[in-house]
């Protein structure tokens, strides 16, 4: 059964910290993204990867980072956390593009900045 | 970038009552996949349709690619059918999915 595990379901950090949001994939996948969730937006995209160590941002990477040091592993770092980033944020994988090409969605890290 | 739009935002059904759901795009796209969010955040491919018609039970999806848009057909809805449901495109050229802002489903029994 394929997998998108995300470290943490729920987190909640005070404004100012520093905060990681891990993903693993046991896919074997060449690419991977980061979501941000909010109500009446659907789901916008932060940050993807197409290989270990390549990024590209998305249409909202202001005030994330990302990192992908091995293939199954791409995280998302929040620098200096504000409130403005309390969200659902989702992970997701794929293979290359092609034709029935599907992507695979974690469950999910609610995240409270305070 | 490429719009998505989704209508309607909010849908109320009861049981057994047959819904659609729209999404309009406005840009040709090489892939086109509904989604459905669960309660619990969890979200699950439904149809992969860049264009054409497909089923799978009590759900079907058509797709005018020439025209810009997609249909996800709800028959006999079941109270197991609410949560979100999203269409998102990639266009040509693209790796990433762009997603609408969803259909919010609440079939009550």
């Known amino acids: 059964d394929v997998k998108v595990t995300q470290s943490s379901r729920y987190l909640v950090k005070r404004t100012g910290e520093k905060v990681f949001l891990e993903c693993v994939q046991d896919?074997?996948?060449?690419?991977m993204f980061w979501y941000r969730q909010d109500p009446g937006l659907g789901l916008r995209l932060i940050y993807f990867?197409?290989?270990?160590?390549?990024?590209e941002k998305g249409d909202i990477p202001e005030g994330y980072s990302v990192s992908r040091e091995k293939k199954e592993r791409f995280s998302l770092i929040l620098e200096s956390a504000s409130t403005n980033q309390t969200s659902m944020y989702l992970c997701?994988?794929?293979?290359?593009?092609?034709?029935?090409?599907?992507?695979?969605f974690g469950e999910g890290s609610w995240l409270t900045v305070v | 970038g490429i719009q998505v739009e989704q209508s309607p935002p909010d849908l109320i059904l009861q049981e057994g009552a047959n819904s659609t759901l729209r999404c309009n795009f406005s840009?040709?796209?090489?892939?086109l996949q509904w989604f459905h969010q669960n309660p619990w955040g969890q979200l699950i491919n439904l149809f992969y349709?860049?264009?054409g018609t497909k089923q799978n039970g009590r759900l079907s999806a058509t797709t005018v690619a020439t025209e810009r848009y997609s249909l996800l057909y709800i028959s006999s809805s079941q109270t197991t059918d609410s949560g979100v449901y999203f269409c998102?495109?990639?266009?040509?050229?693209?790796?990433?999915?762009?997603f609408g802002s969803g259909t919010r489903l609440q079939v009550q029994p």
């Open positions: 896919m074997d996948h060449e690419n």
């Open positions: 997701a994988s794929s293979s290359l593009p092609g034709d029935g090409n599907t992507i695979y």
């Open positions: 840009d040709s796209v090489n892939n």
């Open positions: 349709i860049p264009s």
């Open positions: 998102a495109v990639r266009r040509t050229g693209r790796r990433a999915l762009t």
């Open positions: 990867s197409y290989d270990v160590k390549m990024k």
